[in-house]
């Protein structure tokens, strides 16, 4: 019985706002008439999102897509606000955009461990373990750090060669 007085519900608001509508074109009143159609396309989305064929955030999101065409002056400062800001930060990235380079001594096995984040004399199948799950999240393919994937390879080397010699 719900269901039927929503859906009636639905229909009379949707009748309400078609004849609003059908004024405004009538008047030639582009703005009421384009305030109506979002109306109308707010009150489609919602009966989506109550009867379950749409995900009630996916209806939020198309709801607010007539109001999105104000941003349109906001998108033409963009130029102005990226210009600002790379002159802002022209000098402070200089230094980052080279990796730096590891010591020429190499790595310690007290290094290597602080690396892969284990405690000193873990066991083989630890050191790959740790190795594979943190190159998982830094590699260079995953949008990760070319230099922290290189630290954890040798870190890994150090410690399983060490371990074989």
């Known amino acids: 019985m719900l269901i039927v007085l929503g859906v009636l519900a639905a229909l009379l608001a949707a009748a309400w706002l078609l004849r609003g509508a059908s004024r405004a074109w009538q008047r030639g009143e582009r703005g009421t008439l384009l305030a109506v159609v979002a109306a ?24 607010f897509i007539p109001f999105l065409r104000r941003i349109g002056s906001l998108l033409r400062l963009l130029p102005l606000v990226s210009s600002v800001l790379k002159g802002a930060r022209a000098g402070s990235s200089a230094g980052h955009r080279q990796t730096p380079r590891p ?3 190499g790595m310690t096995r007290a290094e290597a461990f ?16 740790s190795h594979r799950r943190l190159m998982q999240r830094v590699h260079p393919d995953r949008g990760g750090s070319a230099f922290l994937a290189q630290q954890l390879n040798e870190a890994r080397r150090v410690l399983l060669d060490e371990g074989k010699a």
Not at 114 to 129: F, H, N, T, Y
């Open 40 to 63: 109308l396309g707010a009150l489609a989305l919602a009966a989506l999102a109550a009867t379950g064929r749409m995900h009630w955030l996916g209806a939020l999101a198309a709801a």
């Open 103 to 105: 010591p020429k001594g």
């Open 114 to 129: 602080g690396v892969l984040g284990l405690a000193e004399g873990a066991s083989e199948r630890e050191i790959m373990e």
